[in-house]
């Protein structure tokens, strides 16, 4: 009987993080957070907490969302509307926000695509 030997599945390890800069990092999460309350509109902490991590995880990215939620109100980009539990909206400042850190995180964004393609590319069909 033939031996086969397959290499190890790269699904199994992390995809490298797209963004090595902490800073760049910590954009790709603002922009990720931004769209999530542009696309879904206002959410919970956890409601929120939950769809970025969905996102974030390919990434290899942390997920701090309160601290975070909190920052982007301080400068402006989401609000809180009121009710119980509190809420998080996007603003205009955030959508504008948005759409300059798309345009600054999108060839690191393509990248980790390309990379996760390779990753999966064992899984798609042979025939």
């Not at 609000?79 to 603003?91: F, K, Q, S």
């Not at 999108?106 to 899984?123: F, T």
Request: glycine share 6%; charged share 20%.
């Amino acid at each position: 009987m033939l031996a086969m030997h397959f290499p190890a599945p790269s699904i199994l390890r992390p995809i490298p993080a797209p963004v090595p800069r902490r800073d760049a990092r910590r954009e790709l999460l603002e922009l990720i957070t931004l769209r999530t309350l542009e696309d879904e509109g206002p959410l919970g902490g956890a409601e929120l907490s939950n769809a970025v991590a969905a996102l974030t995880c390919a990434f290899d990215l942390s997920n701090p969302i309160y601290a975070l939620l909190h920052d982007l109100a301080d400068r402006g980009l989401a609000t809180t509307v009121p009710g119980r539990p509190p809420r998080y909206a996007i603003t205009d400042a955030g959508r504008a926000a948005a759409e300059t850190l798309a345009v600054r995180c999108w060839p690191a964004v393509r990248d980790a695509l390309v990379e996760l393609n390779v990753c999966l590319g064992c899984l798609s069909p042979r025939s």
